[in-house]
């Protein structure tokens, strides 16, 4: 293969990599029907007046470094990244959750390219809860405003 060639075939494959991890990462929705989308501010206030803040990302990352107070609540996704995605093939443990399905939470994960806090909301929406928060902008943007974490 002469050079020209060779370069052409590494810049198509490059390109082709940068459009299939673009498509990987698609972005999550802007906004969730029947869930209030929320921004760190938000969740400050509510988490100082007492709403659980839930962190659905993966143990290991909560146990790095996390929003201070939150609970984790991991989940485990397996399903498509987009809105229409099978519930019944991930896994979010529903029971540790708060049991009054009509008191206010709030689901966070790793910002608009991570689906957990999307889909757990969605699945509490099924599950009946009726006062959720959907903080979009997740740790990253938590972590950026300088807020407490541990």
């Known amino acids: 293969m002469n050079k020209r060639a060779c370069l052409r075939w590494n810049l198509t494959m490059s390109c082709g990599m940068v459009a ?10 802007a906004a ?3 869930v209030k989308v929320v921004n760190a501010e938000e969740v400050k206030k509510m988490l100082d007046g007492g709403v659980p803040v839930i962190d ?13 107070g939150a609970i984790s609540v991991p989940y ?7 809105p229409g995605f099978d519930a019944a093939q ?11 399905k009509a008191a206010p ?8 390219e991570c689906w957990k806090s999307y889909k757990a909301s969605v ?7 009726s006062k959720i928060s959907w903080f979009r902008g997740g740790f990253p943007e938590w972590n950026s405003k300088g807020l407490p974490t541990q």
């Open 20 to 29: 299939a991890s673009a498509a990987l990462a698609a972005e999550t929705p």
């Open 32 to 34: 969730l029907p029947g």
């Open 56 to 68: 659905t990302r993966v143990a290991a990352e909560y146990a790095e470094k996390t929003i201070k």
């Open 90 to 100: 991930d896994q979010f443990d529903l029971a540790k959750l708060p049991a009054n």
């Open 105 to 112: 939470l709030v689901f966070f994960c790793n910002s608009g």
């Open 123 to 129: 699945v509490a929406q099924k599950a009946g809860y």
């Open 76 to 82: 485990k996704e397996k399903s498509a990244k987009e």
